[in-house]
């Protein structure tokens, strides 16, 4: 990806949760020289991967399959810390998250408002392949069953738990979608498993000024 697409991406998802009216904490706004003035006291932003996350999973085409991401608030798995995990999401149309699980993570994915937010669930084997069969799920913390690779889609305020090892992809119908996440301790570097092989982050290619890290870019002095 290039930064100017980077830039783009972020400055079009600050527009849609304004307008979605989700409001980010101050430091999501943060340019390269705030940082500066205040990277002594935010060890935890930086320690814990808060901020925002721009992927296209290694595809080269962020619009079909891609994701944005701003991790409000985490734990660290390697200290005491918090328990818990929460991120804003902006999926975009048609845009797909490609199938995977989280060893670790349990996560509530909540449509928090625009088009629908549509996915499709299946449980993994030991060895990581996909098993057919049906599925027990909670949304809206209720028992629900569905089929694997049953297309399930979510109305704004609708959610859905995703437990480790059940393989889901999802994209947004009828519009860009708003999504939250609610998890326990989240862990991108290590937590993630892909059906087919995937880059987690993207390479970026540096053709413009950075406006706004990325949550793995932060100066570590």
Known sequence: MKRSEVNQYISYAMKFMSENMFYLPYWAYWTPSDWKQMADRSEEIIENGLGWDITDFGSGDFLKTGLTLVTLRNGNLNKSSKPYCEKIMLVRNNQITPMHYHVLKTEDIINRGGGLLCMKLW????????????????????????????????????????????????????????????????????DNRFLEERGRFSAIEEDEEIRHYLCNEYPQE
């Open 123 to 190: 449980n993994s084997a030991p060895d990581g392949s996909v098993l057919d069969g049906s599925i027990e799920v909670k949304i809206d913390s209720i028992h629900t069953i569905v089929r694997s690779g049953e297309k399930v889609c979510l109305n704004p305020g609708q959610s859905i738990c995703y437990t480790p090892y059940l393989y889901h992809t999802f994209w947004a119908e009828e519009g860009d979608c708003l999504v939250g996440e609610v998890s326990s301790v989240n862990d991108d570097k290590k």
